[in-house]
């Protein structure tokens, strides 16, 4: 199943330049994240009544709620309360768009009357195929892609169920979805740890992913950073920190300087000088282990390439 779901997502990720620009959602999952391409030309009221749902939050703190190994992994219907997602009006089928169920991609559930399925039924669930799934082609709608996260998706497939059931014993949890910009990684928890700059190993970041205490989990989330370095033989220290959206893909940072201070027995204190106005860090990943980040501060402008060192426990970077 592995080599076929890779096989089938890097075929759809061979895009046009139109297909760049198609919306993004992130589904923050507990089992690593999900990166949602939509086809917005070919399924427009599909993607349209999708993304109203990411925007209003009902995907939120939702379930992962039925699971058929290699062959779909569904969401969208419930909670994480167990209360059902409350449903907006039904839409109109956007089959036959050329879109077809392939490994990775995503489509609408319908409902059934007396074994017949009403292809105008769509409201929020949703399925992400694990297969290749030609009998759904001629009832559902295809409407988008898994852009990143196959990893993901291969073991929210190999989730376990109950005996004779396709109810998952402990359903996977979608944290949060929200709107990414087209083409763009998204910041994540999984984003937190050491970073460093391969072309150069005395330059390196510490970057964490957190929150302010007490805040929920609907708050703004807020990016740490410290970033070391050397400046006419010395080391140097810049600090700061910022809110950013979910689903956001950059974020800039203001930045102070401490200058002076030497590790070990060299240290004096009184060596130590700060300046708060050094300049401004934006931070930008374009995968969950690597990533640009590029200054404008008082020693002048640039812009590093970075990769990843640490992750935290319990967070994936599954690749693609």
């Not at 999984?190 to 205490?213: C, Q, S, V």
């Amino acid at each position: 199943m592995a080599k076929q779901l890779l096989l089938g997502i890097a075929l759809l990720a061979l895009g046009s330049a139109v297909a760049a620009q198609n919306p993004r959602v992130l589904l923050d999952t507990d089992r690593g994240p999900l990166l949602l391409e939509l086809d917005s030309v070919r399924a427009p009221i599909t993607t349209a009544n999708f993304l109203s749902y990411v925007d209003d939050g009902s995907y939120n703190r939702s379930l992962i709620q039925r699971i058929v190994p290699n062959f779909v992994v569904q969401g969208g219907g419930f909670k994480e309360s167990g209360a059902a997602i409350v449903k907006r009006a039904a839409i109109a089928s956007e089959r036959g768009n050329g879109l077809t169920h392939t490994p990775g991609t995503v489509s609408m559930a319908l409902t059934s009357t007396n074994g017949l399925t009403n292809i105008n039924s769509a409201t929020s669930d949703f399925f992400i195929n694990t297969n290749t799934n030609a009998s759904l082609n001629a009832d559902f709608t295809v409407f988008g892609r898994v852009a990143y996260g196959y990893k993901t998706l291969e073991e929210l497939n190999a989730t376990a169920v109950f005996t004779g059931s396709e109810q998952p014993i402990r359903m996977p949890l979608i944290r949060k979805a929200a709107r990414v910009a087209p083409g763009e990684f998204p910041i994540l928890p999984l984003h937190t740890g050491t970073w460093f700059d391969p072309a150069n190993t005395g330059k390196g970041f510490l970057i964490e992913i957190t929150k302010a205490t007490g805040a929920t989990n609907s708050d703004s989330p807020i990016v740490v950073v410290s970033w070391y370095d050397f400046f006419e033989g010395r080391q140097f220290w810049t600090i700061g920190s910022a809110p950013f959206a979910w689903g956001a893909s950059s974020v800039q940072v203001p930045m102070q300087i401490s200058t002076g201070g030497q590790f070990g027995s060299a240290y004096m204190a009184s060596q130590v000088t700060s300046n708060p106005q050094w300049g401004v860090l934006t931070l930008r990943f374009h995968d969950c282990d690597a990533g640009n980040f590029s200054y404008s501060s008082v020693y002048g402008n640039g812009t590093i390439p970075v990769r990843s060192l640490t992750s935290p426990l319990y967070e994936k970077c599954p690749g693609n």
